[in-house]
């Protein structure tokens, strides 16, 4: 089944201890990308990556790190992950860019303590 | 830099009744405009997107949306609502030049009554 994944879905934390939320897409899609989801402020691009090796800022990229050595997988870390960090986060990936639809992932839910 | 302003934070209409969920853009054209659909704890879903080939765009589910260059809108319509409309719709932009960066509004949650 193609899909994106993201694990951990829920994560509770406390402030400065380093995470790393997996995401994982099957598609062989080129372009991902990570969002963050707060009400009343929709969702905020932090990264995204337009293929291996490649990736650029979105909107809101401080306090989080990304890396995509594969294809498939496009971790984002959290080095010292602060309350204001606490969010309702979102792995999504497309063919190649925009023009294509993108796919979401399930969510990942992060309360940092 | 691109903006998009989503007019309305909750719209509810009646089941059966026209659906009109308004998003108005930036002054300067975007190459992308997108409406998505999130239910209940779930990600996002694309409804459809405008990439210049034509101003009327249909999208899944019976939705469609018109971009106005003269009004620099892109409203999300549908004839006639259904219970399972009800979600949170979000209209989004791509930044001018390339097609990587994406702007969201902050979404409308649509309530269906019966």
């Known amino acids: 089944e193609a899909q994106v994944t993201q694990n951990p879905r829920y994560l509770i934390t406390v402030t400065g201890k380093k995470l790393t939320v997996t995401c994982s897409q099957n598609?062989?899609?080129?372009?991902m990308s990570w969002y963050r989801q707060d009400p009343g402020l929709g969702l905020r691009q932090i990264y995204y990556s337009m293929n291996v090796e490649v990736t650029d800022k979105g909107d809101v990229p401080e306090g989080y790190k990304v890396s995509r050595k594969e294809k498939r997988n496009f971790p984002l870390i959290l080095e010292s992950p602060s309350p204001n960090q606490t969010s309702l986060y979102f792995c999504a990936s497309s063919l190649s860019g925009l023009i294509n639809e993108q796919f979401f992932g399930p969510g990942t839910r992060l309360t940092v303590l | 830099a691109q903006s998009v302003t989503q007019l309305g934070s909750h719209v509810s209409v009646s089941e059966g009744a026209l659906v009109l969920l308004r998003c108005n853009y930036s002054?300067?054209?975007?190459?992308?405009l997108f409406w998505y659909v999130q239910y209940p704890n779930q990600g996002l879903q694309l409804l459809l997107k405008?990439?210049?080939?034509?101003?009327l765009v249909k999208g899944i589910n019976g939705f469609e949306a018109e971009f106005k260059k003269s009004e620099t809108s892109f409203h999300l319509t549908k004839p006639s609502a259904h219970m399972s409309d009800a979600a949170e719709y979000f209209c989004?932009?791509?930044?001018?030049?390339?097609?990587?960066?994406?702007?969201f509004g902050k979404g409308t949650r649509l309530h269906i009554l019966p």
């Open positions: 002054s300067s054209v975007p190459p992308y």
């Open positions: 598609m062989n899609h080129e372009y």
């Open positions: 405008y990439t210049s080939a034509a101003t």
């Open positions: 989004a932009v791509s930044r001018e030049i390339r097609d990587d960066k994406i702007i």
